[in-house]
């Protein structure tokens, strides 16, 4: 069992920056591909960006490749996904999951666990 906790959510101005974390329970948590997901309201959920656990490998939306950023600390159980030039449309609840693969990562099914999710608003 995996349990996860986002923070680091907030308000911020178009084109600031924020960097949300995630931490993970658990003893193997190196072991895990971990990912992000946003939602907006009214829209549907969707990928964000992952990192694959088996060669650290990372991969992202388009909407979001050159301004996200995805890097993990191992011996802390963190993940973190670095917000730089945010941007109105940004403005989602972020949400971290973990999976016990490493690929299809860019599908919400290929996730085990998930996190209750931190709000991100972007002002314009």
């Known amino acids: 069992q995996v349990q996860l906790v986002e923070s680091g959510g907030g308000l911020v101005q178009a084109g600031g920056s924020l960097r949300l974390s995630c931490a993970a329970s658990?003893?193997?948590?190196?072991?895990?591909?971990m990912g992000w997901f946003r939602q907006a309201p009214g829209k549907e959920r969707e990928f964000v960006g992952a990192?694959?656990?088996?060669?650290?490998?990372?991969y992202y939306a388009d909407s979001v490749k050159g301004r996200f950023t995805i890097s993990r600390n191992n011996a802390k159980n963190t993940v973190y996904l670095q917000m730089n030039s945010l941007k109105p449309e940004d403005t989602a609840v972020y949400y971290c999951?973990?999976?016990?693969?490493?690929?299809?990562?860019?599908?919400?099914?290929?996730?085990?666990?998930w996190g209750q999710g931190t709000q991100v608003t972007v002002s314009s």
């Open positions: 999951a973990a999976s016990g693969g490493a690929v299809r990562l860019e599908t919400a099914r290929a996730y085990d666990y």
């Open positions: 658990g003893r193997t948590f190196s072991r895990y591909s």
């Open positions: 990192g694959r656990w088996s060669d650290g490998g990372t």
